[in-house]
């Protein structure tokens, strides 16, 4: 099936389902300490316990009834560390189609390899009848996004992504406020994730270069706009509640000559069919700006981090430039009458509060996803929310390679269904 009618029939499955809106009372209820009997607990493979894969064992094994009951790497360092995780002996593979063939009672599994890898995994567990959590970016390529989506919609199994922030208390406040008209029309986000450090991995040997630092190669790599502006992308998505219909961006290698080839760099701008753009720049040798999301709105904005939100209002607008009082004095002026109204405002804004403030986000998107199987209900962040944020890191990188505008219609068909899913 070309791309084109794929898409248009998975944009109508997706519609005919009816999205679901994340219940944070029946995460709670999925984290409460209780006995969970053997024959119900949830058995899950992890394809890729390295860093990331790791991270989300642990906060998997938090939530009750729920048992890891595979490893599968080719790197035997990660097996170990893996079952040191569990605390068993786990049963180990070096082949996840072994894994997926004789790894018993397993339920679900949880892809954490590097993207490249994402559409083989994912795809090949959908297929074996297993629910998927997939780390983000969805898919490499826009054939990879296509294939998981088709996987996951044919396979009749959930699938949910790894976007944790959609399950931020803190985001999902600001979101519902927003949505409610709190900050008036929403016209620009800007998205920074700056950092100040290399993003190379120690090697315990050298010729494991390429393996170990795969994020720093093209070949294996979607660079910093898949790695961190997946997130950010998504939240726009959200916000403006549809995808991105242009591209345009830029990247370089500036602060690490050390033989990387992906950019230690990016800035790109989205184009959103409803007027609004979303601007994102990553770096990694300045650490000054950190993580941000700034929603603009013609009555406020709206500021998140990685921990917190708050929201700042805009003062009445200025009919002009120079006051009344001044122009019926007379009096001769410059292009600014003074620097006090352009000065960046420091003072505090009015903190988002939310009952579950501290809430993991990882935690809450992982329980969620075993709460969506046991209840049989589809997860908030499913394939579709996965697609709508993967695609337009395919093209960014696109755009960001040939320095040139990148139109979506000319590559895709994308779907733009529920893209806020419930909100």
Known sequence: MKR??????????????????????????????????????????????????????RRMLRVPGVRIGALCDVYAPRLTEGRE???????????????????????????????????AHMTASLDRGLHVYGEKIMGFTLDDCDAIVAAAQWSGKWFQIGHQYRYAPWYREALERIKEGEIGTVTHIFGYWHRNYNWRRPLPDPTLERFINWRLYRDTSAGLLAELGSHHIDIANWVFDEIPESVMGSGSVMFYQDGRNVNDNVQAIFKYPGGGTFVFSSLIGNHLVGYQINIYGTGGTVALTLQDGAFYYEPARANSAVPEELMERGVNTSASLSTEGDMPYRGPGLDIQTSEADADPNLLAVASFFDSIRENKRPYADEIIGWNSAVPVALGNMAIRSTSHVPFADHVSAPRVNVGRGE
């Open 4 to 57: 084109r009618d794929f898409i248009k029939a998975a944009t109508a499955g997706a519609a005919g389902v009816g999205a679901s809106m994340i219940g944070l009372e029946a995460v709670a209820q999925t984290l409460e300490p209780r006995v969970v009997a053997p024959s119900d607990e949830i058995v899950v493979g992890v394809i890729g316990p390295g860093s990331r894969g790791q991270s989300l064992m």
């Open 85 to 119: 995780i569990t605390g068993e002996d786990t049963p180990v593979f070096d082949d996840y189609r072994r894994m997926l063939d004789e790894a018993a009672d397993l339920d679900a599994v949880l892809v954490a390899t590097p993207p490249g890898l994402h559409a």
